[in-house]
Each structure stands twice: as structure tokens, then as C-alpha cells.
């Protein structure tokens, strides 16, 4: 790669993080007004036109409330936990395809932060990584509920994590690639893309394993039913308890950026990435209007990453709305759901998926 498409694609990677924490911020202005309206209330509406300044404003209070620290807390390791969850969940989104590729003259700048052949593994690896960011804060406030929130959320997604593992692996069966770039390609026809094709999306292949992946990753951002490391009725805010400030803030951003990675992965593996209906229909339309070669490919790629992002904002409402319509699970049932549950299913996903891959029912 030479050093001027590397000064891109490191251009690419600081927009994929610029644009993950701006989504973070404004998804907690959007959980407020979800749940005004579901609750058939006014929302915030104070802070600019429509309340649209209120996740600044809260920004600036996080920035500004006292820094407190808990008697016999390891200050060193209270202050790097939640600087790891947000890490991790930045680091996350760095190989997502937002779009496939630009180009200006010889010059090709890839919508992808890092384009690596094992995008899904490095993923996983990642997220696996975030858990240990809520492990060490709520082992380092020295508080009972803190570390109970820790124990839980650790033992949470360890659990789930195998059956989202379980469920990924019949996607990947039938894509060959651990690359998610290959994994969007793959569920399109090149020349020939129309509304009926849409049923090339893995989601319409791959049901049970959808479902299955996405409680997984209900349980795996701590969302609601599944938001047992925090809940306030057993833990008093379980392993934050003990945080305020900006450091509790990096945990709640974390959460959202979380959220916005899974469902961006969602999109991916399931809804054909930045794959929309018409659109090679599109670029013909484009083409024959006059424009340059480029310009015709760089609007046709452009469209492809607003359809992304309407898939992202449409799970991102999801999320929000489970949340403020189903009731917290137990914590046995959380463990009797993922454990007895969704790993038998996810096997019998693998073994259903083997059968038709042999008999080329699904390709």
C-alpha cells in the first residue's frame, strides 16, 4: 500500500470513530425522546430547538460534576476501566464496510477503516476484550455491588458469546470469508439488482441464526431484558455504582457505541451491508445522465452508505423500543435462556444449514 492511500485509509479510520461517538452522543438524545413517546409524555425540549442541544449539554455536566473516588478504590485501575470500554468499542467498528470503495482519478479511498480477511474473527476478539473494561471498574471500586454487577457481566457474555459464535458460524458456511466486505458482496447480483433480489440477504436464509443473534446481542451490550450487570432494583447501578463524571459517561457512551456496532454487524451479515434495491438500475440512470465515469460511481457508492446508515438507525430504534416495552429478565432465566436454549439452537442451526448447503437448497 503505498503511503498516500495509507494517509487515506487512516483518514477513513479517524471518520469511522468521529462518527461512532457523534452517533453515541445523539442515541442518547434519541432514547429520550423514544421513550417520551412510548410513554405518552414530553421529552427533552428545553436545551435548543426540540431539545437538540441536550446531549451537548450533558456533555458539558459530565465534564464539569466533582471527581470522586471511593475509600480504598485502586485509582489507577478505576480510572482505566472505563477507558477500556470505550476503547474496545471504538476499536470494533474500525473494520466495518460503511460503503464500498471512492474513487478520484487513480486514487481509491475504501469506506473501511481496516479491510482485514479475518474482519469477524478480530471482531470477536475485540468485544471479548470489552468485558475486562467492566471487570477491573467494578473490581477496582471496592464496593460489593460494583463487583456483583463485574461477576454478572462477565458470566453474561461469556454465555451468549458462545451462541452468537454458534449462530455466525452457519453465515459463514455458506459465505466461505471471514472478511465482512466479502460477506456484503456476496449478497448481491452484480448487473442485476431488483426489489425481488432483496431475498438474497442472509436474513432470509439464515432466520433461526438471525434471531439467535440478535438476543445475543441484546445480552452482549447489556441492554434491556437483559441488563442484569446494572440494574438498579438488586445492585443500585451495579459496577458504576461507585462512578460519576466523565468516567461515568465514557462507560454510558460505551454502551451506545456498542449498540451501534452491533447493529452496523447486523446489517452486515444479515441486510446486505450497503447493498439497496435498484441499484445497479441506479448507476445505469447515473451513467446515462452525463456524468464523469468517477462522479457516477462515487454518487452510486454514496447511496449505498445512506442505505447502511437507514439500516443502522432502523436496529439502533429497535434496541430503544425493546427497551422500553419488555419487562428485566431474572437471572436464571437469563442463564437457562442462553445455556438450554439458544446454544441447542444454534447447533441445530449448523447441522440444518449442512444439510442444505449438501443438497444446494441454499448456496
Known amino acids: 500500500m503505498s503511503l498516500e492511500s495509507l494517509g487515506w485509509q487512516g483518514l477513513v479510520v479517524l471518520v469511522v470513530f468521529g462518527v461512532s461517538l457523534l452517533i453515541a452522543t445523539y442515541c442518547t438524545y434519541a432514547e429520550r425522546v423514544i421513550a417520551a413517546f412510548l410513554q405518552d409524555r414530553v421529552g427533552p425540549d428545553r436545551a435548543g430547538p426540540f431539545g437538540l442541544a441536550q446531549p451537548l449539554a450533558d456533555a458539558v455536566k459530565l465534564f464539569t460534576k466533582e471527581e470522586f473516588f471511593p475509600s480504598g478504590a485502586n485509582k489507577a485501575l478505576f480510572i482505566f476501566g472505563p477507558c477500556l470500554a470505550m476503547i474496545t468499542a471504538l476499536m470494533s467498528s474500525a473494520v466495518i464496510p460503511f460503503g464500498n470503495f ?8 475504501h469506506l473501511q477503516g481496516i479491510e482485514i480477511n479475518v474482519g469477524m474473527l478480530y471482531i470477536f476478539g475485540i468485544v471479548s476484550l470489552g468485558v475486562y473494561g467492566i471487570m477491573i471498574g467494578g473490581w477496582a ?10 461477576i454478572r457481566a462477565a458470566s453474561q457474555n461469556i454465555s451468549y458469546e458462545l451462541a452468537m ?3 455466525l458460524i452457519a453465515v459463514l458456511m455458506m459465505s466461505g470469508s471471514l472478511s465482512l466486505r466479502d460477506i456484503t458482496l456476496q449478497q448481491t447480483h452484480a448487473g442485476g439488482w431488483h426489489l425481488s433480489d432483496i431475498f438474497t440477504w442472509n436474513v432470509f436464509k439464515q432466520p433461526l441464526g438471525f434471531v439467535i443473534f440478535i438476543v445475543c446481542a441484546f445480552a452482549e451490550t447489556n441492554r434491556t431484558p437483559f441488563d442484569l450487570p446494572e440494574c438498579e432494583t438488586e445492585l443500585v447501578g ?5 462512578y460519576s463524571s466523565m468516567k461515568m459517561g465514557l462507560y454510558l457512551f460505551a454502551e451506545y457505541v456498542n449498540v451501534f456496532v452491533a447493529t452496523a454487524v447486523m446489517s452486515v451479515l444479515y441486510f ?16 446515462k445522465a452525463g456524468l464523469s465515469a468517477d462522479w457516477a460511481h462515487n454518487l452510486f457508492v454514496l447511496m449505498g452508505v445512506v442505505a447502511m446508515f437507514m439500516k443502522i438507525f432502523t436496529g439502533i430504534f429497535f434496541f430503544m423500543w425493546v427497551r422500553w416495552t419488555l419487562p428485566r429478565f431474572r ?10 436454549i ?3 439452537l444454534a447447533i441445530f442451526n449448523i447441522l440444518l444449514t449442512g444439510g442444505l448447503i449438501t443438497f444446494h437448497v441454499i448456496q
Open 272 to 287: 446486505g451491508g450497503f447493498n439497496y434495491p435498484f441499484q445497479y438500475e441506479f448507476l445505469d440512470f447515473l451513467n
Open 331 to 340: 437471572y436464571d432465566q437469563l442463564m437457562r435462556l442462553g445455556w438450554t
Open 141 to 150: 471500586s471496592n464496593n460489593k455491588f460494583s463487583l456483583l454487577g463485574a
Open 165 to 167: 459464535g454458534l449462530a
Open 238 to 242: 451495579g459496577y458504576h455504582t461507585e
Open 102 to 109: 471512492l474513487k478520484f482519478g487513480d486514487t481509491v479511498v
Open 342 to 344: 439458544l446454544i441447542p
